[in-house]
């Protein structure tokens, strides 16, 4: 009896504990967070932040909620926190690899930028701290409202990129530098001491993409193609030979990736390589006739005979 009574004062407790958790009521954050992972080059860039909304309200200057001259988290709730996963450059300054709360200071003609090491998500926690690097930036006016604050990631190349950041009517870019030339290298040297076909294919096309030995992308890449090739690679060989000015060759490798790509049913590469081959075809120097042999005249006169 004991342990019924037991069994059913512990269901009793758990049904209420039940009750109380589907109680709990969820409604929509003002500034809902959000987080960004974009990759420029090698590096992974990640963005957390909070996005308020202007909801009809001043945001920048005297009657905003973002007074100018005044320290701003960027962001709403905790501070905006940018985490690089390799070392990088914001407008030019050099940052190590890791994590930074961005601070901004707006003003009309001018902004002031900060980063710090980020230690705390309390945005109040940076004050009377030295930043990591700071500079300034003039703020660009946009046509259209952009209603809710965004940080994006932009204009992206190999080696550079735009943090920008947008509210209202108001821009303002970061400009970021990331280096990836000596990673690749080093990865390539290591990958060239026991190299496969997939090895081989990739230093080529960094080395074609990247104005780098051409002779050498080529071996690499007919090194690739030598025992297996797939249409891919041998388009990449065609792009490697036009590139280093090998017309002719270009042609019978693209004319090779376009019956393999036929048989694999890639009209897409078939497509590319016979706009390529007539591309090289008209750049290729003509062939000048071959004049025609005389014909050997007989060496007995007419009328003669042995």
Aim: positive net charge.
């Amino acid at each position: 009896m004991k342990n019924l009574f037991v069994n059913i004062l512990a269901i009793a407790v758990l049904a209420l504990l039940t009750v109380d958790a589907n109680a709990q009521i969820r409604t929509p954050q003002p500034s809902p967070a959000s987080k960004l992972t974009q990759t420029v080059g090698l590096t992974e860039v990640t963005i957390e932040y909070s996005r308020p909304s202007a909801k009809g309200r001043a945001i920048f200057g005297t009657d905003g909620i973002v007074p100018f001259e005044t320290m701003w988290r960027t962001g709403a709730n905790a501070a905006t926190k940018l985490t690089f996963s390799d070392d990088v450059k914001i407008n030019g300054q050099s940052l190590k690899k890791g994590s930074y709360a961005i601070f901004t200071k707006p003003g009309a003609g001018q902004w002031d930028v900060m980063l710090f090491n980020y230690d705390t998500p309390s945005a109040g926690g940076y004050g009377d701290k030295k930043p990591v690097i700071s500079f300034s930036t003039t703020p660009v006016m946009l046509p259209n409202m952009v209603e809710t604050f965004t940080i994006g990631v932009n204009n992206i190349t190999n080696t550079t990129a735009d943090i920008d950041i947008a509210w209202e009517k108001t821009s303002i870019k970061l400009p970021l530098e990331v280096e990836f030339d000596s990673r690749v290298m080093a990865d390539i040297e290591r990958a060239m001491a026991g190299p496969g076909p997939n090895e081989y294919a990739a230093a080529a096309n960094y080395y074609m993409d990247n104005d780098k030995d051409l002779n050498k992308a080529i071996e690499w890449i007919q090194k690739a193609n030598a025992e297996n090739p797939r249409y891919w690679n041998m388009r990449t060989e065609s792009l490697i030979l036009a590139k280093a000015g090998k017309y002719a060759d270009a042609v019978k490798a693209a004319e090779k990736s376009k019956m393999l790509a036929k048989e694999a049913g890639d009209d897409n590469y078939v497509r590319m390589n016979d706009k390529s081959i007539a591309e090289w075809k008209a750049k290729m120097p003509a062939v000048p006739a071959t004049p025609a042999t005389p014909a050997k005249q007989s060496n007995k006169k007419k009328g003669s005979s042995k």
